[in-house]
């Protein structure tokens, strides 16, 4: 039953990170993240952004490129099919990234609210 529980709950998980992953809120995310990371000096050797194809068609031409005035280092955006929702951040050329997609994020959450409901249930 545990094992039936967390399956349900990582599917709740799962379908809330995608719905909140709209278009508009990533690209707030994609600016707090790209501005911090100027600020920080992290971007040195550009801000390399891979996103889904769809959301990268729908923020290419409006928010991206007005982001990328405002910046003083270059961000590189590219379209990959491996993302449905959410983005990945790289700030040194591809060598590492930082995964934002849905499905990391529900990973991510799925293993704190799995030790939570765990502690309710005990």
Do not use: C, W
């Not at 039936?4 to 508009?24: G, M, N, R, S």
């Amino acid at each position: 039953m545990k094992k039936e529980v967390q399956k349900l709950l990582h599917k709740v998980i799962a379908a809330q990170v995608a719905d909140a992953l709209t278009p508009d809120k990533l690209s707030d995310i994609i600016a707090a993240v790209a501005h911090k990371s100027v600020d920080g000096k992290s971007a040195d050797a550009g801000v390399g952004v891979v996103l889904s194809p769809k959301d990268l068609k729908e923020l290419r031409d409006g928010f991206l490129a007005k982001l990328q005035k405002q910046l003083k280092h270059p961000i590189h955006f590219q379209a990959s099919e491996d993302i449905g929702k959410g983005f990945t951040v790289s700030f040194d050329s591809g060598k590492s990234s930082f995964d934002f997609s849905e499905a990391a994020l529900a990973e991510y959450l799925s293993v704190y609210l799995n030790e939570e409901l765990a502690a309710l249930l005990k």
